[in-house]
């Protein structure tokens, strides 16, 4: 079965890769219960910054209307 | 190590005479009495205490290094230079000797760092099965050199509330030492007498209302019973207590809370808010207290609440640990 | 660490909180259904950054808090025979069954393990051949794949002495029996990340459709909850009722293929009781019958037991998100984590739990119900 080592944040295990075959070295991948269930998207990782950016002229220029 | 080493005969002289007490090199056991004489003038502090770590050798220490610096730092929690302790072995039959070698050599080197000799002790072999390799007791003899009493009923709303040091280290060391968690990691123990630093507060005339050593239950329960047994609150800003990274990832691994994971090198000191950045400079002139900060501060309010500013600046509730720490599955 | 302080920033969840109280125009009840999430809110104290009359309820969200009475006692039944090792997620150790839990057991002599994976169950089994090695196999969704992978691997290496109890529970059906009850207060689901990780967020889009609530897939950490309530909110305030995904860093609209294919392989649906809750058809997995050599409950024979005595404790509402941990008069004095009265108290996922690590026995809770 696919493993790696996986890094979290100085702490390292030995995961199970089995669920993630598009992992490679170098990768973010979200751990359960010692498998990897998904390798993070960093992109979409920044998204939650924006939306607020985003969020912050919406309040503005819609909170009246709703 | 066999039943025979412990029965009183030739054997267990043997193991004494050959192994014990010269790892300890002290005069007074080379008496060979039953117990030893010794002089101390004016107070004393007496503590005593047992460990049964598991594994007995962990990042960073051992059993026997875990044992002199616990009751080292038990004396020193009370204002007291550490003088003298007792060593009580309980081994368990099938030890090797070289693991209890080890041990007894790492004994006598955490002594002579703290400055403190082992005068008295005392051996047992139990049948296999019936101890968990080894077990040590160790009991210690300080004299009091606090000017005023040092305890819960000293501490006075108001007062700063000082932390030696990183916490969690002790804790996630032997946890990952354990098998069956297959951690990788460079966790070592913070296992440490914290004489000097303690001594060197009181030396610089710093007014120390109480001191507690975090140990097991971590700073959650030391924080909990001082404000329980003072009678007052205790408000800790946890953006401020330092927790090294892989420390805080392997506590969110096993679901654990910093707070709540035991040290054996870090100490808290309530002092008088006067003197508290005073404190955090003597503290900081030595290795073992170097990242010493203010934590926290006493208040006012119901018995024993400890609260907590967490990382969103919303308080919380502090407690004390609930029965044993188990890893979550989610 | 990546992917953790960032998310745990004050000011930006700040500026979240004062952007839901900009949106929101009257009281909103939405419901959480992971007990990692309720842990964040709680700890993290989350929901005391919300306006007045935006309520947070905690659903059936701690895999442990609801298997059903019956499994613990059948787990404590098979760790008690001498050939046995039973190998479980350390949560488990304290939940209550009829007479006691598997730490009692322990206690009493049976080998009881705790493990952080599955595979650690079947690693045991390899290195103990004369021993029965039984996994005690509980968990939504997120936790599914990794159990089917040790029955999977069981079987492709004919292991003969493992078997697993299965208590599986599907999060989807039990957010339609909430909405389905009379009179509930749910108006919008923050979905649980890591369940919809494995699954994807489809199965979602039929019941935001057919109940018409708001239903946003969200992370774990105080921003990804945040920004799941505005989401939500906004959704609420507009009269809309779809699901989005806030979690787009690990969540994609089909999920885990590779980790929905084993689950296929291993279990199949079958209708589940949930602790506190009642018989929910379609609402567990269990093994399929290509895996029954590796049943625990055929292996050692059906255990029968007794109903769950009845209480004061009303963990049953707690999980239904009728009312909140310290509505209960019990709540901190007769049921604390020593002496739990109900399973919520037990599991460090349960709100119970969390309330009373986080907020304490003593501290009135602010905003709640």
Known sequence: MRAGRVDFGGII??????????ASVGDHVLVHVGFAITVIDETEAQRVFLYLREIGEFVENEAVKL | MQLAHGGGGRAMKQLIDLIIRPAFADPELDRCHDGAALAVDGPVAFTTDSYVV?????????IGSLAVNGTVNDLAMCGARPLYLSVGLILEEGLPIDTLRRVLASMHKAASAAGVRLVTGDTKVVDHGKADRIFVNTAGLGRIVAPTPIGPSSVRAGDAVILSGDIGRHGIAVMAAREGFGFETTIESDCAAVTNPVLALLEEGIAVHCLRDLTRGGLASAAVEIAETAGLAIVLDERAVPVRDDVAAACELLGFDPLHVANEGRFIAFVAPEDADRAVEVLRHHPVSAEALVAGWVEHGPSGRVSCRGALGVMRAIDMLSGEQLPRIC | MKFRDEYRDGVTARRFAAAIARVVTRPWTLMEVCGGQ???????????????????????GCPVCVTPVEYIDKAIEIARRPEVILCSFGDMLRVPGTDGDLFTA???????????????ALAIARAAPTREVVFFAVGFETTAPAN?????????????????????????????SLLEAPGTRVQGFLAAGHVCTVMG???YEPIAARFGVPIVVTGFEPLDILQGIFMCVCQLERGRAVVENQYSRSVRRDGNGPAQEIMREVFQVVPRRWRGIGDIVESGLGLAESYGDFDAERRFGTVITDEEM?????????LRGEH????CPAFGTRCTPERPLGVTMVSSEGACAAYYRYRGARIPTVGGR
């Open chain 1, 13 to 22: 295990k030995e995961i199970n890769l089995a669920f993630v075959p598009e």
């Open chain 2, 54 to 62: 598991r594994p007995i050798i962990f990042p960073g220490g051992d």
């Open chain 3, 38 to 60: 309720t842990h964040a809110i709680v700890r993290f104290g989350i929901d005391e950054l919300l306006p007045p009359g935006l309520t947070l309820v905690h659903g059936p």
């Open chain 3, 106 to 120: 322990k206690s009493r002599g049976a080998d009881v393990r705790i493990i952080y994976s599955p595979l650690d």
């Open chain 3, 148 to 176: 089917a992978m040790a029955a999977y691997r069981a079987k492709q290496e004919n292991f003969r002495n493992f078997s697993m109890l299965v208590s599986h529970v599907l999060v989807p059906p039990a957010m339609c």
């Open chain 3, 201 to 203: 967020f489809r199965q």
């Open chain 3, 310 to 318: 009845a209480t004061e404790c009303i963990s049953g509402l707690v």
């Open chain 3, 324 to 327: 909140k941990p310290p509505d």
